[in-house]
T-cell receptor
Framework: KQEVTQIPAALSVPEGENLVLNCSFTDSAIYNLQWFRQDPGKGLTSLLLIQSSQREQTSGRLNASLDKSSGRSTLYIAASQPGDSATYLCAYNQAGTALIFGKGTTLSVSS | GAVVSQHPSWVICKSGTSVKIECRSLDFQATTMFWYRQFPKQSLMLMATSNEGSKATYEQGVEKDKFLINHASLTLSTLTVTSAHPEDSSFYIC????????????FGDGTRLSIL
């Protein structure tokens, strides 16, 4: 069964902290792995996409890594800000198929 | 960049009503669209895969007669929740993939459906 597990389910940190969100998946034949942000009651914002041939991607304060052999991805957020508060979703797919999502990590950054 | 428009964004209706949700790709041709459902504090779960010009493929446990999907053109897929009941209340979101299957998939903003 294809599954995505995200740990922790929730995280509260003070502003300025660096943090790591974890994602693990059971399928070794992944095509792409994506990290999304979802604000309450809203749709998805794509943050980073890592293709199967890549090991990491960076965008601003965000860095995502992919280790296919261990079935893990991490999202690193540097110098967290209150505006980073949201739910972060990890998802992967095989070529041409729908994305399989984890339940997300709900992040709260206090000022 | 590629944009997917989903409409309506929010709908409230009485039990027994049928509700249609539209998903449009605005600047590319989407041969495949995916429909997901998300219950509160849960993950997005794939309901069905919609292919232009052919029948949709439904995931196990999803009633095809209740959730009617039509993908009549390369830019539009619709999901109709027939005879909706309170347990159908959820967040529905679509994504679209272009002909070349380029990534990433592009998501609509979702539809929040509330059945009274």
């Amino acid at each position: 069964k294809q599954e995505v597990t995200q740990i922790p389910a929730a995280l509260s940190v003070p502003e300025g902290e660096n943090l790591v969100l974890n994602c693990s998946f059971t399928d070794s034949a992944i095509y792409n792995l994506q990290w999304f942000r979802q604000d309450p009651g809203k749709g998805l914002t794509s943050l980073l996409l890592i293709q199967s041939s890549q090991r990491e991607q960076t965008s601003g304060r965000l860095n995502a890594s992919l280790d296919k052999s261990s079935g893990r991805s991490t999202l690193y957020i540097a110098a967290s800000q209150p505006g980073d508060s949201a739910t972060y979703l990890c998802a992967y797919n095989q070529a041409g198929t729908a994305l399989i999502f984890g339940k997300g990590t709900t992040l709260s950054v206090s000022s | 960049g590629a944009v997917v428009s989903q409409h309506p964004s929010w709908v409230i209706c009485k039990s027994g009503t049928s509700v249609k949700i539209e998903c449009r790709s605005l600047d590319f041709q989407a041969t495949t669209m995916f429909w997901y459902r998300q219950f509160p504090k849960q993950s997005l779960m794939l309901m069905a895969t919609s292919n232009e010009g052919s029948k949709a493929t439904y995931e196990q446990g999803v009633e095809k007669d209740k959730f009617l999907i039509n993908h009549a053109s390369l830019t539009l897929s619709t999901l109709t929740v027939t005879s909706a009941h309170p347990e159908d209340s959820s967040f529905y979101i679509c994504s679209a993939r272009d002909r070349q299957g380029r990534q990433p998939q592009h998501f609509g903003d979702g539809t929040r459906l509330s059945i009274l």
